[in-house]
């Protein structure tokens, strides 16, 4: 069974793996959310932080279509990166799968999807997470 390869900011909500949430802190002293485990707030020092479950929907807010991959990279050649502004607030950059490039919107909703990719040396699966357009009407 695939496992989270981050399990500090992508819970499995399932024993099946197929669905998933991101994993923030939110500041008891100024409410400021974000992304991902942290030792004290980045916007007032506090280090009065209780975790929180984020929403697995958001906004499409920027993306860059990438055509030369880093090292390693796992999936196919060009792929869109693309930074999704959450209704908590904190901004989530993974790649956006299952839509093609020129219908891309700035704006556009996009939901949560967990993708299994194998792992660095190929004995194992990792569970990312990823965004797709979300369909509103489904």
Not at 16 to 38: K, N
Not at 69 to 82: D, N, S, T
């Amino acid at each position: 069974m695939p496992e989270s390869i981050d399990p500090q900011r992508l819970r499995l909500a399932d024993d099946e793996r197929a669905s998933g949430v991101l994993l923030g802190v939110r500041c008891l002293d100024c409410g400021v959310t974000v992304f991902g485990p942290c030792a004290f707030c980045q916007s007032c020092t506090s280090d009065r932080l209780e975790p929180v479950e984020l929403e697995g929907t958001g906004v499409l807010y920027s993306y860059t279509v990438v055509r030369v991959p880093p090292a390693g990279w796992p999936g196919p050649v060009p792929y869109v990166l693309g930074q999704v502004e959450l209704p908590e607030g904190p901004q989530v950059l993974a790649e956006v799968i299952d839509c093609e490039h020129d219908q891309l919107k700035i704006g556009m909703l996009v939901e949560l999807a967990l993708q299994a990719v194998a792992s660095e040396g190929g004995t194992e699966e990792k569970l990312v997470y990823k965004w797709r357009p979300a369909h509103p009407d489904d």
